[in-house]
């Protein structure tokens, strides 16, 4: 602490003590546990031995200091940071831009980055990150006469910069909790946003403090929807004709949405935040997402919750506290989702491909219902009819999506218009429910047709409540062919049967037979090595009888064979390869118990 008294030497007053702030107090601390004799400052340097600070421009001007080891308890070093700062005397607040605010676009735009770039989800990326935060970090110091602060900020990101996107964002959380110029001059910047009075000015500070802004707000773990009902604080000093606009909107029948386009820290403690200035923002979540600060705040005591840019509010009513002189002004926070950002945002960079790859269960079918999220706009539910799964396990005909549209921490959105056929791409959910995967679904057209040939890792499964395998077939509910160009990991050849239908001599197979056309030839694909043709003879009868009777479980007949029914209950190509994989095998062991048979009977 340092003596900030008029006449900071002298004995016949009392002294006032204030603290340094957050990161000049770690670098006095780090130099005084080292066994230094000074700590150097951006404006002073402190002498350990004499116990004063010396300014580093005049050494004539010194004051005494004093070491004093302290809780976080005593919160109101820190009240400022609980309360609205503005920028802008005339924009107490700003419009509705999506849940991807424009100073986190203009980033990624710096950087040259893709969606599937962002640190949370590459490794070589956050560190590319780490590095140019660190360097735009310096920079702004040097623009404020605050270097070395900010190269011990820049110092402290760097150390993290290879230890992985989680170690990177706790430690962005840890300094930006810090009361330092880095995160008043991030939100100053980000306050602007909206203002074509501002507008270069805060796109300038894209390129120095971008980087840190978007590793903060890349959050690699999962963004909790805070509690429905819970209560955040955050106080403000408003002149009237602030107060007056809040005013103009709380008097609206209908409340409009307004947004928050900084990081905002509220805290969760009342007492924290009413201390500074003339109104109390008492914010109710109804459906938002928020981090809590606490586990990496050097003041946990504090419990600081930031509310992410792009979170918007309305102003529900306000009152004015005659005894403690101060206006108490109630919102309602809530995500906000733009249908336009879902049109703009399209995610059709992303190859056809990787979505197949990197989800685990496809569909194909027609979208009956969506039903709207009343708290959050551009966030749905939807009833599928499934027509076919082209990746993962069999699903039933009727499923329901939820999470559809724009969710925070994704990037790709979905639409999924009623009564439309689309590709979906899916994960597991709960209950049965399924969400969509960080992708678009695909419009089915003719031209998918050859898309899906062309692409390996599908195959063609029926619903569950598919009863009937002959009518799906014939109903043609699944893309006509996919994955036809893929690579076979174990070479195929046929078998072919030709079985000519007449009179024979044994029982057991004209049974079978005899609903059967005079002629009929078909080919089977199977996985084994030659070509075997099965003619008319007893030897070939009697090799097809044997087969039928021993697979009559399945409900196999000749028109299996024949290619007339060849789909298996749930599945059009994989059961079916299966199948003959299956087939073919029988057939073979078959085939040699008959000519040992044969030949036993010769010795005979």
Same mark, same amino acid.
């Given at each position: ?9 002298? &004995? ?19 130099? !005084? ?14 002498? !350990?031995?004499?116990?004063?600070? /010396? ?13 004093? $080891? ?166 403000? @000093? ?45 914010? #109710? ?13 050097? !003041?946990? @005591?504090?419990?600081? $919750?930031?509310? !992410?840019?792009? %979170? ?8 004015? @506290? ?20 879902? @049109?703009? &945002?399209?995610?059709?960079? %992303?190859?056809?491909?990787?979505? %197949? ?28 009819? =499934? ?7 069999? +699903?039933?005909?009727?499923?329901? /999506? ?21 590709? %979906? ?56 062919? =996919? ?15 030709? #079985? ?8 057991? #197979? ?19 090595? +030659?070509?075997? +043709? ?57 085939? /040699?118990?008959?000519?040992?048979? &044969? ?6």
């Amino acid at each position: 602490m340092w003596n900030a008294s008029l006449n900071p030497f002298s &004995n016949c007053e009392p002294a006032v003590w204030r603290y340094y702030d957050n990161v000049d107090n770690i670098m006095i601390e780090d130099a !005084f546990r080292a066994g230094e004799t000074h700590a150097i400052l951006d404006e002073y340097t402190i002498d !350990f031995k004499h116990q004063i600070q /010396i300014c580093n421009i005049d050494q004539n001007k010194q004051r005494p200091i004093k070491r004093l $080891e302290c809780t976080t308890k005593d919160q109101t070093m820190r009240a400022e940071r609980f309360a609205f700062d503005l920028i802008n005397p005339k924009r107490p607040f700003s419009g509705l831009y999506g849940w991807i605010p424009p100073f986190i676009k203009e980033t990624v735009k710096y950087l040259k980055i893709t969606k599937d770039q962002l640190p949370s989800k590459d490794k070589d990326i956050a560190s590319m990150i780490v590095a140019k935060a660190a360097a735009g970090i310096i920079e702004q110091s040097k623009l404020i006469g605050k270097q070395r602060q900010g190269e011990n900020l820049a110092e402290r990101l760097l150390e993290k910069k290879d230890a992985g996107t989680e170690e990177i964002w706790k430690q962005c959380a840890f300094l930006y909790s810090l009361d330092s110029f880095l995160y008043r001059k991030m939100n100053e910047a980000m306050r602007l946003v909206g203002d074509d009075e501002y507008k270069e000015e805060w796109r300038q500070k894209v390129r120095l403090l971008g980087p840190f802004c978007l590793l903060l707000w890349d959050s690699p773990f999962s963004k909790t929807a805070a509690p429905r009902g819970k209560v955040f604080y955050r106080g403000a @000093d408003l002149n009237d004709d602030l107060i007056s606009i809040f005013k103009d909107d709380c008097d609206k029948e209908v409340k409009p949405r307004r947004s928050f386009q900084s990081f905002t820290s509220c805290s969760r403690q009342k007492n924290i935040a009413k201390v500074y200035g003339n109104v109390l923002f008492i914010m #109710t979540m109804k459906h938002g997402f928020t981090v809590n600060l606490k586990p990496y705040s050097k !003041f946990p @005591d504090e419990e600081e $919750e930031l509310i !992410f840019p792009g %979170v918007c509010f309305t102003i529900d009513r306000m009152k004015f @506290d005659e005894n403690a002189k101060k206006y108490y002004i109630y919102l309602s926070l809530m995500q906000q989702f733009s249908p336009l950002e879902c @049109d703009k &945002n399209s995610n059709e960079d %992303v190859p056809f491909s990787t979505k %197949v790859q990197e989800s685990p269960i496809i569909v194909f079918g027609t979208s009956l219902k969506k039903h709207n999220d009343v708290n959050i706009r551009n966030l749905f539910n939807v009833t599928l009819l =499934v027509s076919c799964i082209l990746k993962g396990q069999p +699903t039933q005909r009727i499923i329901h /999506i939820v999470q559809a549209g724009s969710l925070l921490g994704r990037r790709s959105c979905q639409r999924l218009n009623i009564n439309q056929r689309y590709i %979906v791409f899916l994960e597991p959910f709960f209950d049965g429910t399924y969400r969509p995967t960080d992708f678009e679904e695909v419009p089915y057209n003719n031209k998918i047709n050859g898309l899906l040939e062309k692409t390996c890792g599908l195959s063609r499964t029926y619903p569950f409540t598919e009863i009937n395998h002959r009518e799906a077939a014939l109903t043609n509910k699944c893309p006509p062919t =996919v994955s036809v160009y893929c690579p076979s990991e174990i070479p195929s050849t046929t078998v072919t049967l030709l #079985t000519t239908i007449a009179t024979t001599t044994i029982t057991s #197979t004209e049974s079978i037979l005899t609903t059967t056309t005079t002629t009929t030839t078909t080919t089977t694909t199977t996985t084994t090595t +030659t070509t075997t +043709t099965l003619r008319k003879d007893p030897l070939d009868l009697a090799i097809l009888s044997l087969l039928l009777d021993d697979h009559q479980q399945n409900n196999l007949s000749l028109s299996f064979f024949q290619g007339q029914n060849h789909r298996s209950l749930f599945s059009d190509d994989e059961a079916r390869q299966n199948g003959t994989n299956g087939l073919s095998y029988i057939l073979i062991i078959n085939l /040699i118990q008959l000519i040992f048979l &044969n030949i036993l009977h010769v010795i005979l």
